[in-house]
Structure formats: C-alpha cells, structure tokens
C-alpha cells in the first residue's frame, strides 16, 4: 500500500496510534498520502464506512473520492468523503430535531441571507445588508451568537448590527432554515449540548482526516475536537506556509493549538517537491522566509536547476500585458510551452484581468477567465432551485416569494406584502398563511382562489417528485413541470437577445440533464459518500441541492490560457506561470486608509498573509516563473508611480536572473525563423534549377 511513496509519506500513512499532523509543503502529494492512509487504515481493520475524509471543496472532494477507488477499490464506496459543510448538514438531516429542524430543513444561498437581513435591518440598500452580513458570518465563524455579539461589541455600529443578527436568527428559525455558517455552527451545538448525540458520532467514526488544516476556522476545530474525542484519531493535513483565508475567519491558532490539546501529537513533514524546478522553490523558500514559524521547513525539488526565474519591468499595465503576451508567444515558439493551456497569469484582485483580456483577444490567443460565475448563481438555475427548496421546505419563505413569482402568475407585489403581514402577525410561514381560514379577512376573494391554487400546485409537485424515481421518470417529470409553467416562453418574453435567451434555456436543459443523473445513481456528489450510488427520488436530490457550488462535469478541460486571482489559484499547478502586478500597493495589497509611519500590529499580521500569497503563486509553476511589475499604474482616473513589491527582491534572484524583454526575445525567433524559411526556399529553388546536378 505504500509503494512509491517517500520516507516522510510513509511515515504519515503509517501512524495511526493517535493525533498527527502532516506538514505538507506545496507540491508535497499530501492528496496522494491522505489515500494511502485511507487504504491503510482499512488494511489495518477499521471498517471503510468509520473513515471521513474532510475537505474544503467539492472539487477536492470528487478528487479525492476518484483516486481512493482507484486505490483501494469497492470499499472507497464506504468512505465518508465529503467538505465540512456537507459533514454538518449529514448530521443536522440526522441529529437536527434537537434543535428544533425538521430534517427537510432549506439551506440559504448569499442572495436569499442579504434579502433577509434588508428586511430585518429595514433597508433596501443590498451593500448596507452585505456588510451585516460578513459581520454576522464573522461571529458566527468565532462561534458567537447575537447576545454574545452584542455582549462584546465595540461600538454603536456593532451594537446595532447584533440587534439584527438576532432577528436574523428569528427568522431562520420561523423559516426552518439554515445559511452556510449555521452549517458548521449548529453540529457544533449538537455535540457540544447533547451528549448522547456526541457519543453516537464518536463511536461512528473511527479516524477522521482533514485536508487544507491550515483553512479551518475557530468553530470547525472546536467541531473536530469534539467529532474525535479524547482519544484524538485524526491526522491533519496542512501547511502553514499556505494560510492565505485569514479574511475568511481561517486561524492559524488552530495550529497552535494542537500541540498544546494533544500532547501526545506526532508532527510530519512533507518537503520533498515534486512540482517545481530547484531555481522556482529557491524563491519561494526565500519569500517565505521572514514569516514566523510555527513548523520551519524547507522545500527541495529533484526535478533539477530548471530555468532562472526571470523578472519582467515594464512601463505602465498596457505595456505588462503586451510583454506577458509576447512571453507566452515566444515560450511557444521555442517549443517549451506545447498547449495554450500550460500558462497562466496571476494576479492579486479581479479587476487586473482586463487589460491582460485585451491584450490576449488583440493576439488571438484563447483564454478563460477563473472563478467566473458559478453555474449555480445564474438567474434561471437560482429559480428552478428555488422550486425545488420550496417541495423539499414549503416554510422556506424566500424559495416561496420567487416561485410565486416566476414566472408571474398574476399573484402582485400588494397581495404577497399583505400575505406577508397576516403571516408574520400569526406567526406563520408564508405558505402555512396560504390556507389559513382567516386569510380572506385582509385579502379579497380573487387574490385568496389565486393562492389557494399555487398552494396546492406545490403540493401536487411535492407529492409527485417523492415518488419519482431514476433518472428516465426524473427527466419526463421536470421536462412536463416546465412546460406546465412556461418557463421557456417566459425567458424568451423576458430577454430582448433571443441568443441569450437560447443559451439560457440550455442552461435550463442541462440543469435537469443534471438532477436526472443523480436519481438514476449514476452520479452522486451531493451527500459527500460516492461518485455512484442507490437510485434516488427526486425530493432526496433537491434536498442536497444549496450544498453545491459548481456543476463539476462543465469543468471541461479546455486548451486556454487561464488568467486567475491568486487565492483562486490555490491548489491549481501550470507549467509556465507568470505572476503579474507585483508592485508595492496591489501584493502586499495596502489599502488606501493606510499611509506610511509606524508599521501597525494588524499591517504586520496582514503582510505575512500577502507573503502567503505571493509564496502560494510562486508554488504554482512548474518549469518556468516570470514576476513582472509596471513603473506607472492606475489608481482611480490618474496614473501613479509604482515601486516594484518588495516580495521580488525577497526573492533574492540577483544571481540567478535574467531581466528579459520577451518581445525581443520573439522578434530574434521571428527574425531566426525567416531567415530559416529563406535559405530553405533558395535551397529548393536551386535544386529545381536546370542547371542543379
């Protein structure tokens, strides 16, 4: 089982007495050692189904699930594999009727939370609500609740926002639901309140390992703690070198605290590389070096020197693209770079793309750009999903208030605010308010027989998905309701572009494409066990719905360039990276409240976090590195003086690069490539000349 692995792999996979953490290093294999420990832990005697893996993405998740069957075979099927948020609704689903859930409990996506809190703050301002809402997702993530916030709050601003967070949490109770915080929170609560319910999970995993250690947050540990007991089966993966989600409430305290919890704790790492050439992990191990250390390691390679790391100055952004672009041609040209799709850009925010977009449309060269619109987040997708939580939840008001009103159905704004007010007054969902018998007090009889007829529409599709099963029934049902709806006529009224109104109701096909597979068992990423599994009815599917982010069969494998943030480009590796806009202000990013003197507590702490970042790009490529920086750059309307980041001479590449101008580097190819073409069109001319030999 522990083939081809190292000495510092093996001895990760093979300690299963008690707490380990593995130190994985960029590059490290630590996917490839967390299967090998799984396969381990079954070869020792722990039942299959004892073992949860956790990650932190679906992706990873279905990565991971792939390669333990191919490893250990049917008993992967077994594996608990999922993210943290899928682990906790799997408990809520189970354990949640403690805390008052019905197990159909919905789970709310950001746009149904920001709606929620403008109506419990009384704004219609949605950037107001946004605000309050990653105020109250950072007390959540600290595990406070809205009398613990407003107990510690600093000022009037905090107080007033806690006021809203426990509204907030009112009507997340009245609407059995729960948004994605809660998710973590509230399994917490179940095993930290409910002992027998902490036992029953203790006892049905037997080791619990969890991937990118270095992300958690404050609840996620304390919910681990208590997932493994005293006993403490668990081994945690994780870098801490990597820690770029500070933002996100991701603490390295969680590091620092494993020792101290669990003395007892064996510590491995990983720091053979087998990603990057020597010349690219020398600057990385360089600019990470100032960064305190919990764990000091060091990264090598035996992949070789590899091509100097080259810094590329230019003269403002336009220029940078220009030269980025020339680079990739020339790296091509040369032969290195076979596929678009061996190179990407990297960059510190969103709006940096733009200029390299135009730079790579003028030189036709196919391009994506990462972290775009999640197919999940489209307008038509978030309605039929907001059908199906409303079958799964008929008390899930906002999933009610949009399949009311798409596609309109002459229910109006004045009826449903009315509905609103009766249903907040009795305490009712709105959907329970529907058939109340004093409904026709405040609303007149047209409007009543309209609701009544809407309730009971939902009620027929409800009863009708729990008893549709596999994936053909699946298909004819959705494709029937849709057509019952005029959903298709509706996008095609609502859009001027009939292209776009196409390609929306494609997107339409592909979405219930899509749910029909997973109730024929031929695909299950949603419960977080299997890629196959039992065939399921419809109403089990939608359930599982809010948990995905992405639609992970779209991810085609195209031959593109990419252009990505750096923090998208996390766990992503490219033969030929180039990190751009690497001047003081944008990495270290350096908002623009904060001007020079004293260097503050919080700066110090956020430029070790920028560090991160810039080793996490660095770590990214596998045989070529180019960091280019521009003496001029936008800020608002003008154009500033930039200095390069001081990451770059962190680097220390004095000896070892070469400053390039890739565009002459190119013109010397073109130039060689034409004089080539030239003497071998005289060498053919002359040969077919009369007078050749």
Not at 197 to 215: I, P, S
Not at 604 to 622: D, H
Not at 630 to 644: L, T, W
């Amino acid at each position: 089982m522990s083939s081809g692995l190292n000495l510092a792999q093996q001895e990760a996979v093979n300690y299963m007495h008690g707490p380990c953490l593995v130190l994985a290093g960029a590059g490290s294999g630590k996917t490839r050692v967390i299967t090998h420990k799984i396969g381990r832990l079954i070869q020792s005697g722990t039942e299959a189904k004892r073992i949860a893996a956790i990650t932190f993405t679906n992706k990873a998740a279905a990565e991971m699930r792939e390669r333990a069957k191919s490893l250990v075979g049917r008993d992967a099927k077994e594996v608990l594999i999922c993210t943290f948020h899928a682990l906790g609704v799997r408990m809520m689903r189970q354990d949640g009727a403690v805390l008052g859930l019905k197990p159909q409990f919905s789970i709310l996506d950001t746009d149904d939370v920001t709606s929620i809190l403008k109506d419990a703050g009384g704004t219609t301002d949605a950037a107001t609500a946004r605000q309050w809402q990653w105020a109250i997702s950072a007390w959540k993530s600290a595990g406070l609740n809205a009398a613990q916030a407003e107990a510690q709050a600093k000022d009037d601003h905090e107080k007033i926002t806690a006021k809203i967070m426990a509204r907030y949490e009112e009507r997340l109770a009245a609407y059995q639901s729960v948004d994605f915080d809660d998710l973590i929170g509230l399994p917490l609560k179940l095993l930290r309140d409910f002992p027998e319910v902490r036992e029953k999970w203790q006892k049905a995993l037997g080791h619990v390992l969890v991937d990118e250690y270095q992300d958690t947050n404050a609840t996620q540990y304390e919910l681990l703690k208590l997932l493994v007991g005293e006993r403490g089966r668990f081994t945690a993966v994780g870098d801490d070198d990597q820690s770029i989600y500070g933002w996100r409430g991701a603490t390295l305290d969680n590091l620092r605290k494993l020792p101290q919890d669990y003395p007892n704790l064996k510590v491995i790492k990983l720091e053979q590389n087998y990603r990057s050439t020597s010349a690219i992990l020398r600057a990385a191990n360089n600019v990470i070096q100032p960064n305190p250390k919990l764990f000091p390691k060091t990264l090598f390679s035996e992949l070789g020197e590899g091509e100097p790391v080259r810094v590329v100055d230019c003269d403002n952004e336009e220029h940078e693209a220009e030269r980025i672009v020339a680079r990739i041609q020339s790296i091509r040209a040369n032969g290195l770079g076979k596929d678009w799709k061996d190179f990407a850009v990297l960059y510190r925010a969103n709006h940096q793309a733009r200029v390299f977009e135009q730079a790579l449309r003028r030189a036709q060269i196919p391009y994506k750009v990462s972290g775009g619109q999640s197919f999940f987040d489209r307008a038509e997708i978030r309605d039929l999903c907001a059908w199906l939580r409303l079958w799964v939840n008929n008390d899930d008001d906002p999933a009610f208030l949009r399949a009311v009103t798409t596609p309109k159905r002459g229910i109006g704004h004045q009826t449903l605010s009315s509905l609103g007010v009766f249903a907040s007054q009795y305490k009712l969902s709105l959907f329970a308010a529907l058939f109340s018998p004093s409904l026709p007090s405040v609303l007149n009889a047209r409007a009543v027989g309209s609701l009544h007829e809407f309730g009971r529409y939902v009620n027929d599709l409800e009863f009708r998905a729990r008893h549709t099963v596999g994936a053909e029934d699946a298909r004819a049902f959705l494709g029937e309701w849709l057509k019952d709806i005029g959903y298709e006529k509706s996008l095609y009224d609502s859009e001027d572009n009939e292209k776009v109104a196409a390609a929306r109701w494609t997107n339409v096909l592909e979405f219930c494409d899509w749910m029909a597979q997973r109730c024929g068992g031929q695909i299950d990423d949603t419960a977080g066990v299997t890629t196959e599994s039992e065939r399921k009815n419809l109403l089990e599917v939608a359930q599982t719905i809010a948990l995905l982010s992405t639609i992970s069969e779209r991810e085609k494998d195209e031959n593109v360039v990419t252009l990505s943030t750096l923090h998208a480009s996390k766990g992503l590796e490219w033969p030929h990276v180039v990190l751009a806009g690497c001047v003081e202000g944008m990495l270290p990013f350096k908002p623009e409240d904060e001007n020079g003197g004293a260097v503050s507590e919080s700066f110090a702490l956020r430029l070790q976090e920028e560090r991160r970042l810039m080793y996490v790009g660095i770590t990214r490529a596998q045989r070529s590195l180019a960091v280019s920086w521009s003496r001029k750059r936008k800020k608002g309307r003008e154009m500033i003086a930039a200095q390069p980041s001081r990451f770059i001479a962190e680097m220390a590449l004095d000896k070892t690069t070469v400053k390039e101008d890739p565009r002459e580097k190119l013109k010397a190819l073109r130039a060689e490539f034409a004089k080539k073409s030239a003497d071998a069109a005289a060498a053919a001319a002359a040969a077919a000349s009369p007078g050749a030999a």
